[in-house]
């Protein structure tokens, strides 16, 4: 490597889940803490740190053409800009990265980010770097505190996880289950809302396997740091995503019924509704009980809006199998899913199990699965109208005058009307469509 001037402008491109969205902000903040501005849209950055994914698909060679075309297009712009990959790509893969792309100066995993600018100072002296250890604590203690804050923020609570789902890498990327401490939680949630946050989703492979000390020393889980951040005045919503089944426990449940901050909405990921095909995932659930606890869920918070992830086409997944999928879904009606081809993942068990499933097999269950809850999406968004809820104001609409903002339910909602982001406003649903519902806003704002 040659030596580099001190990068004036950044790009931080970011795939995948909100975690990842979350880390790069982060990392965006940070930089900005070095004095490098982002990037104007349409410019070549001086800095490009690719925020990879490792969950689906052919990750790693999405990386690798993603670096040849910056550097391609740097070379037009006349400059050669300083290259960092970063996210569970550079967790998995970090040493092949490092000895086939000589464009890439710093590979950083998702728990040294806060590291970046040491690492820079080292490429731009023309040395490489390389960070993936996994100090998770030390990486929240290290990084700069919150400006630029939006009415729905996101705090991570909980990194990594101990599952080894079969066919998951994250156990893998993201290492073993830490959780940061409440009283750091508790005092960022205090200075997000401060700083103008109105609604706090906090996230984690697994938060429902959160857990932590309160201030009395007592140990308490996802339930009581929901009931604690209930009590930050300004506070209007909480949401949390992603949860397993297996860690799903009596405080959290009634902290449904009984917190009314905490938004009715519930993302809890089934994968599959055959319990053959759930045993070979190592899921740790059967169908049955799944449905089970929804019930106890939507017994504490009737008006509750389910959401969950799918794989379809694991091997061995027959016709019948998939059908149980189908069933599974017709009986719970979600609100709102996400559902995958099963993409094998190398190191992880499921990569080398036998009957792999034909690719146009996979699509055409994918189709059925996603026809059926497209189905369920807009009856849910149709089941609303008639509502009237409180809407978080978070952008501009694409049209004049036009605002968006969430229900209570996740849905998006446009309406117009004399408001600003970050309003609480009450509104009408008075029309739905497959992604959004349309509202009225009623006057005066009760909120
Ligand atoms: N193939 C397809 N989907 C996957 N997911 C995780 N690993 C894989 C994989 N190998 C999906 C699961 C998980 C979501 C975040 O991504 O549905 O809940
Ligand atoms: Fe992956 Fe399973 Fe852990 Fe979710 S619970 S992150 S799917 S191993």
């Not at 009984?258 to 995932?281: I, T």
């Not at 609303?384 to 104001?393: A, D, I, N």
Request: hydrophobic content about 40%; glycine content about 8%; overall charge negative.
């Amino acid at each position: 490597m040659t030596q580099a001037k001190s990068p004036k402008t950044f790009r931080v491109k970011s795939f995948g889940c909100q975690m990842n969205v979350y880390d790069g902000e982060r990392m965006a903040e940070l930089l900005g803490e070095q004095g490098i501005a982002p990037a104007a849209e349409g410019e070549e950055a001086d800095l490009v740190v690719l925020n990879t994914c490792h969950i689906r698909e052919k990750a790693a060679e999405k990386v690798y053409s993603d670096i040849g075309r910056i550097t391609k297009r740097g070379r037009k712009a006349g400059k050669e800009p300083l290259i960092a990959v970063a996210g569970c790509v550079a967790q998995a893969e970090g040493e092949e990265i490092m000895a086939r792309a000589p464009a890439v100066s710093m590979v950083v995993g998702p728990q040294a980010y806060h590291r970046l600018p040491d690492m820079l100072a080292k490429a731009v002296r023309g040395e490489r770097a390389s960070d993936t250890d996994m100090p998770a604590i030390a990486k929240f203690a290290a990084l700069p505190q919150r400006k630029r804050i939006n009415p729905a923020a996101f705090v991570t609570i909980q990194e990594g996880c101990d599952k080894f789902c079969t066919y998951c890498v994250v156990p893998y990327t993201r290492g073993a289950e830490i959780s940061r401490p409440y009283s750091d939680l508790v005092s960022e949630a205090r200075k997000l809302v401060e700083a103008g946050a109105k609604e706090i989703t906090l996230l984690g492979q697994n938060v429902s396997a959160w857990s932590g000390e309160n201030e009395a020393g007592r140990s308490v889980g996802l339930g009581g740091l929901i009931r604690a951040l209930a009590k930050v005045d300004g506070l209007a919503r909480i949401r949390y995503t992603t949860s397993h089944p297996a860690d799903m426990d009596d405080d959290l449940i009634a902290a449904h019924g009984e917190v009314d901050k905490l938004m009715p909405y519930l993302h809890l990921p089934v994968q599959s509704g055959s319990d053959r095909v759930l045993k070979a995932m190592n899921r740790s659930h059967t169908a049955e009980s799944y449905l089970k606890l929804l019930d106890r869920f939507r017994a504490a918070r009737p008006d509750l809006a389910l959401s969950g992830d799918f794989i379809v086409g694991f091997p061995g997944e027959s016709e019948a199998e998939f059908a149980d999928t189908l069933a599974l879904v017709e009986s719970v009606g979600y609100a709102q899913a996400f559902s995958f081809k099963y993409s094998p993942r190398p190191g992880t068990p499921a990569a080398t199990m036998d009957d792999q499933i034909a690719p146009e097999v996979m699509d055409e269950r994918l189709q059925r699965l996603q026809a059926a809850l497209r189905r369920d999406q807009l009856a849910f968004n149709e089941a609303s109208v008639g509502e009237r809820c409180e809407v978080l104001v978070e952008r501009r609409g694409k049209l004049d005058g036009q605002w968006l903002g969430k229900s209570p339910w996740l849905q998006s909602v446009h309406f117009t009307g004399d408001v600003g982001i970050g309003d609480l406003v009450t509104v009408d649903l008075a029309s739905a469509g497959p992604q959004s519902l349309g509202g009225v806003l009623c006057e005066p704002a009760i909120a």
